[in-house]
């Protein structure tokens, strides 16, 4: 199955490890990633803020470079998904700004038709690759392992962009667990807010919110947490230290990345999916 791949920024610095980790999956699956090596940021949260065209028109120009190759565009990144999500649905519903966004795609001979589909690798996993032929491709069932599902809000809210009632409903993580044969323990923070575009003026919130998600995932005896999104993946492992002086007491919790959690089970060593680039180190799994 061929894709295109949107890894996004923080895959291909702060958290390489889970770009790494996604392409070495990828090809246990029989993906065919294509990446655009000239894709920008999306802009985060941030540019859509200050400059709403600009916003419009980088993304619409990741999406017309898949869709000029007829590929459905995997994305590893929450915030990348729902900015995408985003734009396919406003470039739908106005007109206006999707003349003036192809006006400027024109000029590198590109054109933006509403097309193209976009899938987290979450959801290619499930609804793409199957239970059935992941089921028959694990090779080293996690069957010890109690694992806590952290989902972030952007990929599964708003709750009308993934077909939810509520986005608290979502169990596709706990779905996935079960296949690779990790037992999944509920705690307060599954669906709640990592805090991270909130970390840049006011760090302490993040440390705070999610100081007390990992404290109530410890205290219910789960031995790490999956999380589909590198930004979560930053605030839950990176500030963990500064939560334990904030709590003053130890939480040691791993933060794995969904690819990570999914390559331990088809075979593959820590040591590939680069765990060893954590700041909470896994050994505890």
Known sequence: MKLAYYPGCSAQSTCKELNAATRLVAGKLGLELTEYTSATCTGSREIRAVKPELFLTLNARILAMAERDGLMLMTIC??????????IRMLNEDRAAL?????????????YEGSVVVKHFLWVLLEDIGEERLRALVRRPLADMSVGAFYGCHITRPPGH???????NNRSLEKLN???GCRSI??????????FHTAAGEEVVAIKLVGRHLKNARDKGIGAIV??????????DTFQPDM???LKEPLGMPIVHLPQLVGLALGLAPAELQMDR???????L
């Not at 929450?78 to 734009?87: A, K, P």
């Not at 993934?162 to 608290?168: E, W």
């Not at 999380?227 to 839950?236: D, I, K, M, N, Y």
């Not at 954590?278 to 505890?284: D, E, F, G, L, N």
Request: hydrophobic fraction near 30%.
């Open 244 to 246: 334990e002086r904030d």
């Open 99 to 111: 003349g003036t966004v192809n006006a400027a795609l024109a000029q590198e001979g590109l054109r």
């Open 178 to 180: 079960d296949i690779l």
């Open 162 to 168: 993934y077909d939810f009632f509520d986005s608290r």
């Open 227 to 236: 999380t589909p999104c590198p930004l979560c993946h930053t605030v839950l």
């Open 278 to 284: 954590h700041v909470v180190a896994p050994q505890r």
């Open 78 to 87: 929450n915030t990348c998904t729902l900015n995408f999500l985003d734009v």
């Open 186 to 195: 509920d705690y307060s923070g599954r669906t709640e807010c990592c805090g």
